[in-house]
């Protein structure tokens, strides 16, 4: 908090705007309120900020397109403008957005022990998620890599960046059918096996590629899988 606070001070003397991007809120320390602790600050040293929230993930609502602009203004008079200027760029945008999500998420955070609930399960999908860092960083070991894969599991949050290069994202692709963002970000929230790890690995070394792939695509390890009991989305598999 040292350091968001030193932002907060550079951020006030240089008269600078801030504005908080926020889509894992719960996915990074596994407790959504600690991790809206910079966000907090920033209104407390009294920063008129713009925060946006997306639920797709930590409400697991990815296809109801839910989430939030919130704009803290110096006085209601000034929240007032604001709301007025936004409604202007928004009616010729999307002009009224869904509602059925937006709903579930209010119904949510309204009440307190649902509120409770959700802290509750973003713990679980973290846990499992920081299980699945160390399933994949073993599952490298194991096929061979001597790599060090550490920043896989020193990173936080629902994303590893992996260190692929967009070439080697691209092969892994075509001809494993292995996806990942062409940045090389891999999603962490789902199980990892062997032989997944050998794509990436071979990827990464593609010198190893033919010795490394040949003994490991039928071994699809049960002992390097954790049981995904929490939180086993589907459409979460498609990306690795
Ligand atoms: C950092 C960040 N902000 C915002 C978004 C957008 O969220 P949504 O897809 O809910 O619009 C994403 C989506 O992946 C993201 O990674």
Not at 19 to 26: E, I, K, M, V
Not at 45 to 55: A, E, K, R, T
Not at 143 to 165: C, E, P, R
Request: aromatic share 8%; with cysteine; charged share 20%.
């Amino acid at each position: 908090m040292e350091q968001w606070k030193e932002i907060s001070d550079t951020v006030k003397k240089q008269k600078l705007v801030p504005f908080f991007d926020c889509a894992y809120q719960g996915f990074a320390s596994g407790d959504a309120v600690r991790d809206a602790a910079a966000v907090r600050l920033f209104v407390e040293d009294g920063h008129l900020i713009s925060l946006v929230q997306s639920f797709s993930k930590n409400f697991g609502l990815y296809g109801q397109r839910v989430g939030a602009l919130s704009v803290v203004g110096a006085n209601e008079e000034e929240a007032k403008r604001v709301v007025s200027q936004m409604k202007m760029v928004i009616r010729p945008m999307y002009s009224n957005p869904p509602r059925h999500g937006a709903r579930l998420v209010t119904t949510i955070l309204e009440d307190p022990r649902l509120t409770a609930e959700f802290i509750e399960q973003c713990r679980g999908m973290a846990d499992r998620i920081n299980t699945m860092r160390t399933s994949l960083h073993n599952a490298l070991g194991a096929v061979g890599s001597t790599k060090n894969w550490d920043h896989i599991t020193k990173q936080i949050g629902m994303f590893a960046y992996s260190g692929l290069a967009k070439e080697q994202v691209m092969k892994m692709r075509e001809k494993h059918h292995v996806y990942c963002t062409a940045d090389g970000r891999i999603s962490m929230a789902v199980s990892f096996c062997r032989r997944k790890a050998s794509v990436i690995y071979c990827n990464w070394n593609l010198k190893h590629c033919l010795s490394v792939y040949r003994v490991s695509p039928r071994v699809m390890s049960t002992t390097l899988r954790t049981p995904s009991t929490t939180f086993p989305s589907k459409s979460s598999q498609l990306f690795l």
